[in-house]
C-alpha cells in the first residue's frame, strides 16, 4: 500500500512563491513516478507536473512550464513542487499521485493524497 501526504498549502498574493510537499510512505520509493494534481472549484482536476521515478525525466503542463519545478529525494521520502511568480489562476487543492514505474507523460495514477489548498490573492 502506497500513501501519501501533502503540505505546504496556503494563503499567498500574486507573484509570491510557495513549496509543496508530499510525503510518500512506501518501501521502494525511487521505482515510482509521482505528479502533481490540481482542482479549482468548479472545474476538472488538471494535471501540473511529473517526476518519473529515479528522477531522470520531469514534465510540465503548459500553463505551468518556466514557473514550477517538480524534483524528489528518496532520502526523504518527499516529492516536491516549488511554486514561483504564483498567479490567483494558480488557486487550487493541489494533490500528488503516485504509480509504479510509469512513464512521466502519462495521466493515470494509482494512490493520491488528500490535497493541499493553496490560494493565490491579487
Known amino acids: 500500500q502506497v500513501q501519501l501526504v501533502e503540505s505546504g498549502g496556503g494563503l499567498v498574493q500574486a507573484g509570491d512563491s510557495l513549496r509543496l510537499s508530499c510525503v510518500v510512505s512506501v518501501r521502494t520509493f525511487d521505482d515510482y513516478t509521482l505528479a502533481w494534481f490540481r482542482q479549482a472549484p468548479g472545474k476538472e482536476r488538471e494535471f501540473v507536473a511529473a517526476i518519473s521515478w529515479r528522477g531522470l525525466a520531469t514534465y510540465y503542463a503548459d500553463s505551468v512550464k518556466g514557473r514550477f519545478t517538480t524534483s524528489r529525494t528518496s532520502a526523504k521520502n518527499t516529492v516536491y513542487l516549488q511554486m514561483n511568480n504564483l498567479k490567483p489562476e494558480d488557486t487550487a487543492v493541489y494533490y500528488c499521485?503516485?504509480?509504479?514505474?510509469?512513464?512521466?507523460?502519462?495521466?493515470?495514477?494509482?494512490?493520491w493524497g488528500q490535497g493541499t489548498q493553496v490560494t493565490v490573492s491579487s
Open positions: 499521485a503516485a504509480r509504479y514505474r510509469a512513464p512521466v507523460i502519462i495521466m493515470d495514477y494509482d494512490y
